[in-house]
C-alpha cells in the first residue's frame, strides 16, 4: 500500500542522514546551565534565530507552554516547525534566541543533557527502530536511565494496550498508527517534564488520530507540557490550550486554540477555511 504521506518531512534529512548538516553531535560537550527569567512560561524557546547553512530558518520566532497545556505548531510545508523543534531540543545551533525549561536557561546544553533535564523528543521522522521489537524499543528510550524503569514501561503499556499486545514484534511490522504509540512510549521513557511531538498524527487514519490526541490530553493531564507540530491542523487546534501558526520561521498567529480556529483570517488562509 502506498504511503500518501511518505513524502512529508523528507527534506528534514539531519536525522536520517548521519552527514548531513544539523545531524545531533553527540560528542558535543554542553555548556553550564543559567537561571532562567521571572515570569517564564514551563518551557520557552524564545527570539530563536538560526538553520542549516547561511540562510537562517528560523526567523526569531517564539514558542512557549506551561505546565501541563498542550501547545500546538501549525504552518505551512517547509515553515520551520521542524526545525523549531530541533531547535529547541538542541539539534540545531541558534545565532540568537534560548531556550529555557522549567526555571533554567538550557541553551549551552546539548540533546543528550535537555533529555535529562526533561525533554522528551519524538522526531517527524525515523522515530523508531523498525528491526526492534516494541519492547526493545522502549528500552532503548529508557538508556540514559541508570534505575528500574519497569514501572514506567508498564505505564506506557497502560496507555497504549494495542502496544502492549505486541511486544515481542518488530515495530516495523506495526501499522502507522501503532508505531506513533510507540514513538511516543520511547519518548515517556524517560519520565519526561515536557514531550515535544512533531506530527505525531501524520499518516494515520481519523479514527486513530482522535484515539492518539485522547492519549496526548491524558499525558498533559498528568502534568507533562506537550509541544506539537500537526498537520491536521483544527482537530489539533481544538485540544490546544496555545496555538502558534508559524510562516517563514517567524511566528504569524499566536492565541488560544479557540481564538485561532474562529479567526476568519487564520481559517481561511491556514485551516482550509
Ligand atoms: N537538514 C537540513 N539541511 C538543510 N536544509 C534543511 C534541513 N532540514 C530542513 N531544511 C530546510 O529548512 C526549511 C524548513 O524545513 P522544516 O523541515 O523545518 O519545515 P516544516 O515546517 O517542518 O515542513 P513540513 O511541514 O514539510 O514538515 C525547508 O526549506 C527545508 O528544505
Ligand atoms: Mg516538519
Excluded at 524517560?190 to 512533531?198: S, V
Amino acid at each position: 500500500m502506498s504511503d500518501p504521506f511518505a513524502n512529508r518531512g523528507n527534506r528534514d534529512a539531519s536525522i536520517v542522514n548521519p552527514r548531513g548538516s544539523g545531524t545531533v553531535d553527540g560528542t558535543r560537550a554542553s555548556g553550564p546551565t543559567r537561571p532562567g527569567r521571572a515570569g517564564d512560561a514551563f518551557l520557552i524557546g524564545e527570539a530563536m534565530r538560526g538553520g542549516y547553512g547561511k540562510a537562517d530558518i528560523l526567523n526569531g520566532c517564539t514558542l512557549a507552554v506551561e505546565k501541563g497545556q498542550i501547545a500546538v505548531i501549525v504552518g505551512p510545508n517547509g515553515a520551520g516547525k521542524s526545525t523549531a523543534m530541533k531547535a529547541i531540543f538542541g539539534m540545531l545551533n541558534l545565532r540568537e534566541g534560548s531556550v529555557r525549561l522549567d526555571g533554567q536557561d538550557i541553551s549551552a546544553l546539548n540533546p543528550q543533557d535537555r533529555v535529562r533535564a526533561g525533554m522528551g523528543f519524538v522526531p517527524q521522522v525515523a522515530n523508531v527502530f523498525p528491526t526492534m521489537t516494541v519492547e526493545e524499543n522502549l528500552e532503548m528510550g529508557a538508556y540514559i536511565r541508570g534505575d528500574d524503569f519497569r514501572q514506567t514501561m508498564a505505564q506506557v503499556y497502560e496507555l497504549f494496550p494495542a502496544v502492549a499486545d505486541k511486544r515481542r514484534q518488530n515495530a516495523g511490522e506495526l501499522s502507522g498508527g501503532q508505531r506513533q504509540q510507540v514513538a511516543v512510549g520511547r519518548a515517556l521513557m524517560t519520565r519526561p517534564k515536557l514531550l515535544m511531538l512533531d506530527e505525531p498524527t501524520a499518516g494515520v487514519s481519523p479514527i486513530v488520530m482522535d484515539e492518539l490526541f485522547d492519549r496526548i490530553i491524558e499525558i498533559a493531564r498528568s502534568g507533562i507540557s506537550i509541544l506539537m507540530v500537526e498537520q491536521n491542523a483544527k482537530q489539533a487546534l481544538d485540544i490546544a490550550d496555545i496555538g502558534y501558526v508559524l510562516v517563514q520561521g517567524a511566528n504569524r498567529y499566536t492565541d488560544t486554540g479557540a481564538a485561532l480556529m474562529a479567526n476568519p483570517e487564520v481559517r481561511r488562509t491556514f485551516l482550509g477555511g
